[in-house]
């Protein structure tokens, strides 16, 4: 078998799984008692997700589902009155906005974001730095530092030392810093 045959018999192998994850899932929720059927807005954010899927396939998912959960873009002109944007560039120095603005314009000749245009995307970056940048003066376990950002759903790749950072893991560490800071200040 030649190698794009082979490439195209595991495409129509991974439609037919995931229509077949799709369709179990369904019969699953139509069976399920009223009280643990999910409301009306969970049923449209999972039809957009499975839109989502089929139009840009699973390997893409960062670039289309993930933009519902800890992957934001902002979407004004006026990037700088976004309430997070805004948060960032009022708890960071002038010397990290200066260096971030640097890094995003420098990022945004290297990468693409499939969903984004040029304008777009180096306001995401510059975003997603100033993002990692305050995260990580916060993150006293140096949690930052130890784990990666996964490939797997082709994530936007914007680098920092050598390594991708996202959104994703500076907001899940920011919400695990959060928790534990709160949990401390209880007891």
Do not use: C
């Amino acid at each position: 078998m030649l190698f794009s045959e082979q490439n195209n018999e595991y495409a129509r192998l991974y439609e037919m799984r995931d229509a077949l994850i799709e369709s179990e899932m369904r019969d699953a929720l139509i069976e399920s008692r009223k009280e643990y059927l999910p409301a009306r807005f969970w049923e449209v954010l999972s039809d957009q997700h499975i839109s989502d899927l089929k139009k840009s396939g699973y390997q893409n998912f960062k670039n289309t589902v993930a933009l519902r959960y800890f992957t934001w873009v902002v979407k004004r002109k006026r990037f700088w009155r976004d309430d997070q944007i805004k948060f960032l560039l009022h708890n960071l120095p002038l010397s990290s906005l200066i260096i971030n603005a640097f890094r995003a314009f420098k990022a945004s000749f290297k990468n693409k974001f499939a969903q984004l245009s040029f304008s777009r995307f180096l306001i995401y970056n510059f975003h997603v730095y100033l993002l990692w940048d305050f995260v990580s003066k916060l993150d006293s376990e140096h949690i930052l530092d130890e784990i990666d950002e996964p490939i797997e759903g082709n994530p936007p790749r914007i680098y920092l030392k050598k390594r991708i950072i996202s959104q994703d893991l500076a907001n899940s560490v920011l919400e695990y810093i959060s928790k534990n800071e709160g949990k401390d200040a209880i007891f």
